[in-house]
């Protein structure tokens, strides 16, 4: 597609149930990143997959969430036994290779709500 | 610990004048300063960004200063656009092997016709 889509777009779940986020990034891009905004905060990286390597792991805030990366596209964010400060925007962005000097493509996001 | 902070929740300015968004880093290896603008409902979209060796990278409209003595880097507009009116948000990276961002939590810019 023309850029990185993720679904669902909105997400409300009860406390302690299990989550997938999903991301697709643009066709041929092998950089792919996960980060979350919770409220009134800037983004906090999370993980990051580049082609067949081993992915960078460093942001996960804990082994309720994992992530993995199918065939180097689409990728899906899982979080076990949702907590309430999960609640926040995972935004998933993609880049035609790593790169520090052009940014990389963002999608709209999947809001998580944990009620 | 925050390594990048942007702090000014918000700034307000007419059109057609200059906006200024501020940010402070303190990690001193840092190698390349972005900045995004988000819209409401949208994803972060890349504006412009400057290497640590550079003072200085313009884009039409936008101009990232960077001082590394005083780990400083702003955004100047000029003129600013009610199209402008958006969420900024300054990142920064180690160029490692991961690239990842660090990202201030952002300053609300409004633009008044």
């Known amino acids: 597609g023309a850029g990185v889509s993720q679904s669902p777009s909105n997400k409300v779940t009860e406390k302690g149930k299990d989550v997938e986020l999903r991301c697709d990034p643009i066709?041929?891009?092998?950089?792919l990143y996960w980060y979350r905004q919770s409220l009134g905060q800037g983004l906090e990286f999370l993980i990051y997959?580049?082609?067949?390597?081993?992915?960078?792991k460093s942001g996960l805030p804990s082994d309720r969430f994992s992530a993995e990366r199918t065939g180097g596209s689409v990728s899906t964010l899982t979080i076990q036994r949702t907590q309430q400060e999960d609640s926040a925007v995972y935004l998933c962005a993609s880049s035609l290779r790593p790169t520090a000097n052009y940014g990389y493509t963002f999608g709209s996001g999947t809001r998580l709500t944990v009620v | 610990d925050q390594q990048v902070k942007q702090n000014s929740p918000s700034l307000s300015v007419q059109e057609g004048r200059i906006s200024i968004l501020n940010c402070d880093y303190t990690?001193?290896?840092?190698?390349?300063f972005l900045w995004y603008k988000k819209y409401p409902a949208e994803g972060p979209t890349f504006l412009i960004s400057?290497?640590?060796?550079?003072d200085k990278n313009e884009d039409g409209r936008f101009t990232v200063f960077l001082n590394k003595s005083a780990k400083h880097l702003s955004l100047h507009i000029v003129p600013s656009q009610p199209g402008d009116s958006a969420v900024y948000f300054c990142a920064a990276s180690v160029v490692d092997s991961s690239y990842k961002l660090i990202f201030g939590s952002g300053t609300r810019l409004l633009v008044r016709p």
């Open positions: 990690n001193s290896m840092f190698d390349y």
């Open positions: 400057i290497s640590s060796i550079k």
């Open positions: 997959f580049q082609g067949n390597s081993a992915p960078d």
């Open positions: 066709s041929g891009h092998t950089a």
